[in-house]
């Protein structure tokens, strides 16, 4: 599951990088960078360059971006462009464009020390009459004042004026988290063309706006914010002159209806990718399609809760090329109408409702590079035949169902190249499909759940340098992995020689299979690339490997369920991108190592259904991101310190069953708000009078959301359940009858509904 998100993510990012190309080309200025060559008298005018050497000074600038601020001749420093006529200071761009600060704001940096431009905004630059280009680029810095921002847009004459045609303003990575009437602001300049506010950590959009006055307003960006409790505004509806709008992965709800989307007939690029709408599907696209002259090229909508069907107008979309609805909850059929979206490019109608055959004319959009069909409930069996004519296809995800098959020849003649191949519970027969060999641009493989029993051929090992994803999840394969130094004979074909591992590999899934003998002592070695290890449910035997220590960058590792042995290795301090840790169910002794709570991230961790003993160490209090503390059926003793509810603040489950830990609950537990399960049972734990069992959960007075689990009802020691004033929804649990020892419980002040479960009779 994890494997796929991280798919998803690197799919919509790549599909949010195309509005961005397109806007960058759109800019027009009037400015040319004036070069050192070219120019024999300076240019720039002294005041001005007194104002920027003014901004400059209260920046700071940690890897000398702006080395080149030194001269008279301001108009050639980095960022600044000015006027070729009047030489008056026009554009500032100070954008970093190694990509760094943008790394670091994505979350993949892994070093704390920044290199992006921050500081302050001087006043100066207010005094820069001429500019009409201003981009902050990812300006991080803390104390970057907000005010400033804002006396820079309200006081901004130049801003304002109207001989300014197409204003650029760009403040994206700009925090203007307390911004309330930042529209109001930006409404009082209508020359703005594009408008970018990027993971600015807004938090509020209005529902109305009256008084729309942005009439030039083309290009409008408010991605990665963190609007709370806002819908989809309803004044989009007179942003009409639109050609981009990207408000991608922000918390919008609300139905997708509050747009008339019939009135942004200029629209190219749509991006409501990741938010919480709802609503009917149908609204949108009858509004866009009624458009006598539609526009739209790109429609992401991707990561919603979309219901409803597609209505057959989708076919007056004719200048679609890419349409991205997965992981919605869309149902009814594909419209044969389809067919006359002949410029489609990217089709993903992934994880939804879609039910019926897939229409043949899909397989005759010649255009389309990436067709993502997986998770439906179609009907019918397609074979090689039917892709025949997508030559272009690079993308490739489809699963079967009971209803829907997929039978590709082993003889397949693969009429395409593709980077990309993922099929689910697609019966593929025995072997790894033959015809994957030929495939030289293939980076991702999924192949899961799809009844394969050969062990690993060789010609996958041979494909080692090029595959940076590999899913054989839920499948029969056995065999072992292989170990440096060891020739391994695949009887079969004939391959001699040292099997290489994947050294490009960053996931590696080959998890609920029969893999078996050791964890290949070198992967870490070979697998330098590795972010994701998940060789869970196989029978790898053996120890940890040391290697494994090599790999930096790894963020999960799952080595559950497997016969490994040895003792927990204590080497997770260099590990510092780790998040998730399950070593649960294998016969591993020891104590907890010291060093398992060193990476900073660690929200995941399950050492259960172990021999693990000893007491539960200090060093466990720097596990203060832990959600999930699951270290049940082991051999652990000692007692429950007061540190552990001091420092583990964030847990939501606690599992510490079947051990041996002893001492009485420590109120100290109660400081842990979050907490949603607490399993402290079969232990020798002495609160109140009772023998060994934990039997009070009170969680009064929380925000729990969502369901009851129905985990909880597992807790058959408990007496006392306590769940009241809190903001659970849903029926209560079927069994809670079974909690047989339940004397007390409380669920008032939530938004339960339904009826008295039998079973509490
Ligand atoms: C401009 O060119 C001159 C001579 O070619 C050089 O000495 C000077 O450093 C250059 N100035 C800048 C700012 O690059
Ligand atoms: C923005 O600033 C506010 C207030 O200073 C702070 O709470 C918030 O965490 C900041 N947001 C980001 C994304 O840094
Ligand atoms: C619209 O723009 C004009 C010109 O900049 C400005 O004077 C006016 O206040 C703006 N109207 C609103 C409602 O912001
Ligand atoms: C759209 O603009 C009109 C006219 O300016 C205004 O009356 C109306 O309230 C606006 N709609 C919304 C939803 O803000
Ligand atoms: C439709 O739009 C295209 C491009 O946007 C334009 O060239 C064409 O003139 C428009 N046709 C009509 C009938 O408006
Ligand atoms: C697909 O295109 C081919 C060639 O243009 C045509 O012969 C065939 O009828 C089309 N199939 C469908 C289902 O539209
Ligand atoms: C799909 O193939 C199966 C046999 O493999 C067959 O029983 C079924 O009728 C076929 N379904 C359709 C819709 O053709
Ligand atoms: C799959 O297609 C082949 C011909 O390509 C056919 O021989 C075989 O019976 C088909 N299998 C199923 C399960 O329909
Ligand atoms: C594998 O696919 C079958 C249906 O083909 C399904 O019943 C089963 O749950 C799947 N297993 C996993 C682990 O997804
Ligand atoms: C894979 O890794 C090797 C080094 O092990 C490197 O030379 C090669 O360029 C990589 N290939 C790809 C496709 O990244
Ligand atoms: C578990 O490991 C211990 C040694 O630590 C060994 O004696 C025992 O046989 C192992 N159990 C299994 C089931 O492998
Ligand atoms: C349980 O705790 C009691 C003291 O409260 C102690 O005497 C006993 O040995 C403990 N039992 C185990 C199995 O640790």
Request: proline share 5%.
């Given at each position: 599951m994890a494997c796929r998100k991280v798919l998803v993510i690197v799919l919509i990012f790549f599909l949010q990088s195309l509005p961005l190309l397109v806007s960058v080309e759109a800019i027009s200025t009037a400015s040319l960078p004036l070069t050192n060559t070219t120019e024999a008298k300076v240019r720039c005018i002294e005041s001005e360059r007194?104002?920027?050497?003014?901004?400059?000074?209260?920046?700071?600038?940690?890897?000398?971006?702006?080395?080149?601020?030194?001269?008279?001749?301001?108009?050639?420093?980095?960022?600044?462009?000015?006027?070729?006529?009047?030489?008056?200071?026009?554009?500032?761009?100070?954008?970093?464009?190694?990509?760094?600060?943008?790394?670091?704001?994505?979350?993949?940096?892994?070093?704390?020390?920044?290199?992006?431009?921050?500081?302050?905004?001087?006043?100066a630059l207010l005094d820069l009459k001429h500019l009409e280009y201003l981009d902050l680029g990812e300006m991080t810095s803390k104390d970057l004042p907000l005010p400033l921002s804002w006396v820079l847009l309200k006081n901004?004459?130049?801003?304002?004026?109207?001989?300014?045609?197409?204003?650029?303003?760009?403040l994206s990575y700009v925090n203007l988290s307390s911004a309330t009437h930042w529209l109001q602001s930006f409404n009082k300049l209508p020359s703005l063309v594009t408008l970018s506010l990027q993971n600015c950590d807004l938090r509020y959009i209005p529902y109305s706006f009256p008084n729309w006055n942005m009439t030039s307003l083309s290009y409008l960006y408010l991605s990665r914010n963190n609007f709370v409790n806002s819908v989809l505004p309803k004044w989009l509806s007179n942003a009409?002159?639109?050609?981009?709008?990207?408000?991608?992965?922000?918390?919008?709800?609300?139905?997708?209806?509050?747009?008339?989307?019939?009135?942004?007939?200029?629209?190219?690029?749509?991006?409501?990718?990741?938010?919480?709408?709802?609503?009917?599907?149908?609204?949108?696209?009858?509004?866009?399609?009624?458009c006598s002259n539609t526009t739209l090229e790109f429609l992401g909508l991707a990561g919603n809760r979309l219901t409803g069907q597609f209505p057959n107008?989708?076919?007056?979309?004719?200048?679609?090329?890419?349409?991205?609805?997965?992981?919605?909850?869309?149902?009814?059929?594909?419209?044969?109408?389809?067919?006359?979206?002949?410029?489609?490019?990217?089709?993903?109608?992934?994880?939804?409702?879609?039910?019926?055959?897939?229409?043949?004319?899909?397989?005759?959009?010649?255009?389309?590079?990436?067709?993502?069909?997986?998770t439906n409930n179609w009907e019918g069996n397609l074979s090689q035949n039917d892709f025949a004519r997508l030559h272009q296809l690079k993308f490739l995800a489809i699963?079967?169902?009971?209803?829907?098959?997929?039978?590709?020849?082993?003889?397949?003649?693969?009429?395409?190249?593709?980077?990309?191949?993922?099929?689910?519970?697609?019966?593929?027969?025995?072997?790894?499909?033959?015809?994957?060999?030929?495939?030289?641009?293939?980076?991702?493989?999924?192949?899961?759940n799809g009844s394969i029993s050969d062990p690993i051929p060789p010609w996958l090992w041979t494909m080692c340098s090029q595959l940076q994803f590999l899913d054989l999840s839920d499948n029969e394969i056995g065999g072992n992995l292989p170990s440096e130094g060891v020739v391994v004979d695949l009887s079969s074909n004939s391959f001699h020689g040292l099997l290489p591992l994947w050294p490009n590999v960053t996931h590696l899934n080959l998890a609920n299979n029969l893999f078996a003998g050791s964890i290949p002592i070198n992967i870490g070695h070979v697998m330098t690339k590795l972010q994701v290890i998940d060789l869970s449910g196989n029978t790898f035997t053996g120890s940890i490997p040391f290697s494994i220590t090599r790999v930096k960058q790894l963020m999960r590792l799952d080595l559950s369920d497997n016969h490994l042995s040895g003792k927990i290795p204590d080497w997770w301090a260099d590990l510092q991108q780790l998040h998730v840790i399950d070593l649960s169910e294998?016969?591993?002794?020891?104590?907890?190592?010291?060093?398992?709570?060193?990476?900073?991230?660690?929200?995941?961790?399950?050492?259960?259904?172990?021999?693990?003993?000893?007491?539960?160490?200090?060093s466990l209090s720097n596990c203060k991101s832990l959600l999930t503390l699951d270290i049940g059926e082991n051999k652990i003793s000692g007692i429950i310190p007061e540190w552990f509810g001091e420092s583990l603040l964030s847990l939501q489950k606690l599992s510490m069953t079947d051990n041996m830990i002893g001492g009485h609950?420590?109120?100290?537990?109660?400081?842990?708000?979050?907490?949603?399960?607490?399993?402290?049972?079969?232990?020798?734990?002495t609160e109140g009078n009772k023998d060994d069992i934990v039997?009070?959960?009170?969680?009064?007075?929380?925000?729990?959301?969502?369901?009851?689990?129905?985990?909880?009802?597992?807790?058959?020691?408990?007496?006392?359940?306590?769940?009241?004033?809190?903001?659970?929804?849903?029926?209560?649990?079927?069994?809670?009858?079974?909690?047989?020892?339940?004397?007390?419980?409380?669920?008032?002040?939530?938004?339960?509904?339904?009826?008295?479960?039998?079973?509490?009779?």
């Open positions: 007194n104002g920027l050497l003014r901004v400059e000074l209260s920046l700071t600038d940690p890897s000398d971006h702006l080395a080149s601020w030194i001269g008279k001749e301001c108009c050639i420093w980095k960022g600044v462009s000015c006027d070729v006529q009047t030489g008056n200071f026009i554009r500032l761009d100070l954008k970093d464009t190694s990509g760094n600060c943008y790394q670091k704001k994505m979350g993949y940096l892994i070093s704390d020390i920044s290199t992006c431009l921050g500081g302050k905004i001087s006043p901004y004459n130049i801003l304002t004026s109207p001989i300014h045609l197409s204003l650029y303003l760009d009409t002159t639109l050609e981009t709008l990207d408000i991608a992965i922000n918390n919008i709800e609300g139905p997708i209806s509050n747009v008339e989307w019939g009135k942004l007939c200029d629209l190219q690029d749509l991006y409501l990718t990741q938010n919480k709408l709802n609503g009917d599907i149908s609204r949108l696209v009858e509004g866009l399609s009624s107008s989708l076919g007056h979309l004719k200048n679609l090329r890419m349409i991205s609805i997965s992981f919605n909850q869309i149902s009814g059929t594909i419209p044969t109408s389809i067919e006359q979206l002949s410029r489609l490019e990217i089709l993903d109608f992934g994880q939804n409702q879609l039910k019926g055959a897939l229409p043949e004319t899909i397989f005759n959009l010649t255009e389309l590079t990436q067709l993502f069909l997986a699963s079967c169902g009971e209803r829907f098959s997929v039978n590709l020849s082993s003889e397949w003649i693969l009429p395409f190249s593709l980077t990309y191949f993922e099929i689910r519970k697609c019966a593929l027969g025995s072997k790894l499909p033959t015809w994957l060999k030929t495939q030289k641009q293939l980076r991702i493989i999924i192949l899961s294998n016969n591993l002794s020891g104590g907890i190592p010291p060093s398992l709570c060193s990476p900073p991230s660690l929200f995941w961790l399950r050492l259960s259904r172990n021999n693990v003993f000893g007491e539960l160490p200090k609950i420590p109120p100290q537990l109660c400081q842990i708000f979050g907490l949603q399960i607490l399993d402290l049972s079969h232990n020798n734990l039997n009070l959960i009170d969680l009064s007075f929380n925000n729990l959301h969502d369901e009851i689990p129905n985990e909880i009802t597992g807790l058959s020691a408990l007496m006392t359940l306590n769940l009241s004033w809190n903001q659970l929804s849903g029926r209560i649990p079927e069994d809670i009858g079974s909690m047989k020892q339940l004397e007390t419980l409380d669920l008032s002040s939530n938004h339960l509904f339904g009826s008295i479960p039998l079973s509490m009779t």
